[in-house]
């Protein structure tokens, strides 16, 4: 319990010290996040579009 605490802290103040230092590359590593998950709900759209016609 106390050790998944400390590695919370951990990456919490990683990725803090990460947005502080280099925000650009922050900033395009979340675009990516974001257009991973809207790409793969497109998918999934495109799918169940497939599958209900």
Avoid: E, H, S
């Avoid at 650009?24 to 793969?40: E, P, R, S, T």
Wanted: aromatic share 16%; hydrophobic share 60%.
């Amino acid at each position: 319990m106390q050790v998944k605490k400390v590695l919370t802290y951990v990456a919490v103040a990683f990725v803090v010290f990460y947005l502080f230092t280099q925000p650009a590359q922050a900033a395009a590593a979340v675009n990516g996040v974001f257009d991973g998950i809207l790409q793969g709900a497109n998918q999934l759209a495109v799918f169940f579009t497939n599958v209900l016609t």
